[in-house]
């Protein structure tokens, strides 16, 4: 159907709104507030939409960024499944695009080199992306998040990283094709050989310069089974050098490189329980040198094979392998999935803590990467000091490769080839059962100031800051490109207020 956006007084400022008497748009509209309008994930921040657009297809986002950018003030945020923490999706008084509304496009190609790509909706989920990839054609894209209830569009706004990224980089350099509405309302196809400035500046972007509607992917034959092993280690020397390792290795190794860090005790929430895969497995402490200290260490690893494969070859890749590895003799774990039970296995968590009330509560998470040169000082303060009781929920570590980033993408990253990713990823229940959220966001403050009391090459993961001054150290040398980006992609700031990086300049674009 086609919905109108008419003259509506919304608390005082009437000059917000679009001064037409009508914007057609495919999808529904709805005023004021709705939950998929004023919060996210984070459960930390609250803003009040003006109204929340539900579009069909990219022509109504373009005539919806067309709307606000006719006002003095008005501002639009790309919505897509409610998964940031700080409010960047979220537009007080402003537009909000609810992008799961989008139609469904999802359509194979094979192009002229041979290679295979699915085009999908910006706003459809990658959990989709998988599903129908794998049960359709037995592909599957390349790089992937461990949660796949996240838009296309949203991950690669920012960069989107899991256990494939140190082989094939993260997903902003697994897309070779973006159709994006820009800040002017231009709906622009553009890649590395077409509209290649928008192309770069979008990936990594935080929605700064366009909104994702169609993104072409490549993909590749999925495997149909993985093996999923964790092993342990009580000294995080030994679990970097290892990790490291294995994500510098030439040839065939594991395709799946991820790790943890777990609390040394019996606390189901952050210590031993949370290790094994199967559940029939059980963590024996007693297998610890009597030199391990607060907190022990996980190295999460997959190898993919075929139904047709011999158990005994897939037995004699993952020996060879894990022969040259030094954890804790007897605390290795593994369990054969399928593929799809894999890649999904983050959904029982997101059920567990749907069960338990958590789901909803509020999520004071925090990533950074962090470089090689300091991630060993990291672990004695943060780790083993700060952290040593755990975050009632996963801390993960792990490697990652420099020289798998496009640096022409907007995301920033440490200058070292190797850094690694540090995610807090909370899941604790409200007061009075768990502490208050504040202090737990002063924690986060407590860590990243340490990171800069000591001079540590760092950069913040799906950055929130609240002054220009911090956005300018963030991006540090590509500051000035970042700027000039967005004066040619957004030159009036309507994009993405929530990230709090530029404010609205109250000049109407004469679109007609």
Not at 42 to 66: E, N, Q, T
């Amino acid at each position: 159907m086609i919905a109108y956006l008419e003259h509506f007084v919304h608390g005082n400022d009437t000059e917000s709104m679009p001064n037409d008497d009508v914007l057609g748009v495919e999808g529904s509209f709805h005023f004021g507030a709705t939950a998929a309008g004023c919060k996210d994930f984070g459960g930390m921040k609250s803003a009040k939409p003006l109204a929340v657009i539900r579009p069909a297809d990219a022509a109504d986002v373009a005539r919806a960024v067309k709307a606000a950018a006719r006002t003095a003030n008005l501002t639009v945020a790309a919505r897509g499944n409610g998964h940031s923490i700080n409010g960047q999706a979220m537009a007080e008084n402003g537009l909000v695009l609810d992008m799961r509304a989008m139609e469904d496009r999802f359509t194979l190609l094979s192009l002229d080199d041979g290679s295979l790509h699915v085009d999908v909706s910006g706003g459809a989920l990658w959990e989709e992306v998988l599903k129908r990839c794998v049960s359709e054609f037995r592909l599957a894209p390349r790089s992937w998040t461990d949660y796949l209830g996240l838009t296309v569009g949203g991950t690669l706004s920012n960069a989107g990283v899991s256990g494939q990224s140190f082989r094939y980089g993260p997903q902003t350099s697994n897309v070779t094709e973006l159709e994006v509405v820009t800040g002017k309302g231009e709906t622009l196809v553009c890649s590395e050989t077409q509209n290649s400035e928008l192309f770069f500046a979008t990936l990594g972007g935080l929605g700064q310069f366009g909104i994702i509607t169609r993104a072409r992917v490549p993909v590749q034959p999925a495997p149909d089974m993985v093996r999923w092993i964790r092993v342990v280690y009580s000294e995080f020397e030994d679990y970097t050098r290892d990790a490291e390792w294995l994500v510098t290795r030439e040839g065939y190794g594991f395709d799946y490189v991820e790790g943890f860090v777990f609390v040394n005790s019996d606390d189901p929430c952050n210590g031993w329980p949370t290790v094994p895969t199967g559940p029939n497995q059980r963590f024996d402490p007693a297998r610890l040198p009597s030199t391990a200290g607060p907190v022990l260490y996980c190295l999460e690893l997959a190898l993919h094979y075929r139904n047709e494969d011999y158990p005994s070859a897939v037995n004699m890749e993952v020996d060879r392998l894990l022969g040259r590895l030094r954890f804790v003799e007897g605390l290795k774990f593994s369990l054969d999935v399928t593929y799809m039970e894999f890649l999904l296995r983050v959904n029982r968590v997101e059920e567990d803590a749907r069960a338990n009330g958590i789901w909803d509560a509020p999520h004071p998470w925090l990533n950074l990467f962090v470089s090689k040169s300091h991630i060993a000082e990291f672990d004695r303060e943060v780790f083993k000091k700060i952290l040593k009781h755990g975050v009632g929920g996963p801390i993960l570590v792990y490697p990652l490769l420099r020289s798998k980033w496009d640096a022409r993408h907007s995301v920033v990253v440490p200058d070292s080839n190797i850094f690694y990713i540090i995610a807090l990823l909370r899941f604790i229940p409200p007061p009075p059962k768990g502490p208050p959220t504040e202090l737990l966001v002063e924690q986060n403050h407590e860590i990243i100031q340490l990171c800069c009391n000591r001079g540590f090459d760092f950069k913040l993961y799906l950055p929130h800051y609240q002054s220009q001054e911090n956005w300018m150290r963030h991006y540090g040398d590509k500051w000035t490109t970042f700027l000039e980006r967005k004066a040619n992609f957004d030159p009036f700031a309507l994009l993405a207020p929530g990230q709090k990086i530029f404010s609205r300049i109250p000049q109407p674009l004469p679109i007609t």
